[in-house]
């Protein structure tokens, strides 16, 4: 009998995430060098010192099973959030509890509201348990559109999945939006926040989500050391949540979820309040600079919260950037093919974006 037909329909019509192209592989299929990748939202100023350094005197203990609670992590963290530690799981990736939250309450016939365009993990983990993904559209400027979401939701909604701010647009809503929405959620949803960028967030009025996790039963924010931290090739996320849906995605992880290197590595990168208020001023300075250079050129850029910007070029610039060793991040995909995401670089690499574009106007190419 064919392989295929004893696969589970479910995982059988999923499509695999598409991740930003490393730039080595750019590199060898266009034969070209020193190209920019601004197509994941890393840290364009690399991981924290700190942690490089603690990760290689780590380095002669890997032949070790690691913490498997995460104790130190677990307990500095607690201490950093103002939250108790058995409020923290922690996962290979914020992305690892995204699946963990699937398994952990969806089954087939399930509905999860979510936001989109917006990360496309949320769909792909959803389809994965058989479960149903139900995407709300964006606003007209591209932000989440909360009452249409609490419209959304019905008897069959388990999960919500809200991104703030939201990837890919750099949109985020503020605290009175949010408790509109809470208003009208249902107590039966669990509410999982997604916040990659909060260290990113400028606005004053962001919502107080974490005080929310310790007040509504079945709520998880979802935080990473991918981003602001500059870890993203540990694989180390948290949720931060009330102890008892704590205490069930505890029961659905691996043991060892978090290896010896990422435990010491975020502990050391938490602990480095000087390289992520650097890397803030970077993003900062880099956000403002695009967010006046690309409408020059003639493109509409978005609001953004994060250390990312949504830019509305026009048809073929994925392509256009590409073959100016300039990698970004093309939308196509979520139904934006004039639009692509840039993360924030270097104040040399936003510049080389800038440039390749100019030369993509003068050539007419
Ligand atoms: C990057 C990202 C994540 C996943 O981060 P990892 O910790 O690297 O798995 C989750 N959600 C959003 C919105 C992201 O952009």
Redo the contacts with the bound molecule.
């Keep these: 009998m064919a392989l295929e037909r004893r696969v589970n329909p479910h995982i059988l019509n999923l499509e695999a995430y598409q991740p930003g192209k490393p730039i080595e592989e750019v590199e060898r299929e266009l034969g070209i060098s020193c190209s920019v990748k601004l197509a994941s ?1 890393e840290n364009p100023l690399g991981p924290s010192p700190k942690a490089v350094a603690a990760l290689r005197e780590a380095g002669d203990q890997i032949s070790r099973y690691p913490d498997g609670a995460s104790y130190e992590l677990r307990e500095q963290l607690a201490q950093c959030l103002g939250v108790g530690q058995e409020q923290l799981v922690f996962g290979c ?3 690892e509890l995204l699946e963990l939250l699937a398994k952990t309450f969806l089954s087939p016939g399930d509905e999860v509201v979510l936001p989109w365009p917006s ?1 496309a993990m949320y769909p792909i983990v959803v389809k994965g348990m058989g479960a149903t993904p139900v995407p709300v559209p964006l606003s007209a400027d591209m932000a989440h559109d909360l009452p249409a979401m609490a419209r959304a939701i019905g008897e069959r909604t388990k999960l919500v999945f809200l ?1 703030n701010p939201n ?1 890919p647009t750099g949109t985020s809503f503020g605290q009175r939006e949010f408790e509109g929405f809470l208003a009208e959620l249902p107590e039966t949803a669990v509410l999982a926040i ?1 916040e ?1 960028y909060v260290e990113f967030v400028r606005r004053s009025d962001f919502p107080h989500s974490i005080a929310l996790a310790k007040r509504r039963p079945g709520t998880i924010v ?1 935080r ?1 050391f ?2 602001i931290y500059g870890l ?1 090739g540990l ?1 180390v ?1 948290y949720g931060i949540a009330d102890p008892e849906l704590a205490s069930y995605l505890e029961r659905a992880r691996h043991p060892f979820n978090v290896n010896r290197l990422a435990e010491v590595a975020a502990l050391a990168a938490l602990g480095d309040e000087e390289h992520a208020q650097r890397t803030r001023d970077n993003n900062a300075a880099g956000i403002e600079f695009l967010t006046r250079e690309l409408p020059a050129l003639g493109h509409d850029v978005w609001p953004s919260d994060a250390n990312f910007l949504l830019v509305r070029t026009g048809a073929d610039y994925y392509e256009k950037l590409l073959r100016k060793g300039v990698i970004v991040r093309p939308l196509r995909g979520f139904g934006l093919p004039e639009h692509i995401r840039v993360s924030i670089g270097t104040p040399e690499e936003n510049e080389r974006l800038i440039k390749a574009l100019q030369q993509i106007v003068e050539e007419g190419s």
């Design positions: 939202n990736g914020a992305d990360f991104c990837n997604d990659a979802l990473t991918s981003k993203a694989r996320g």
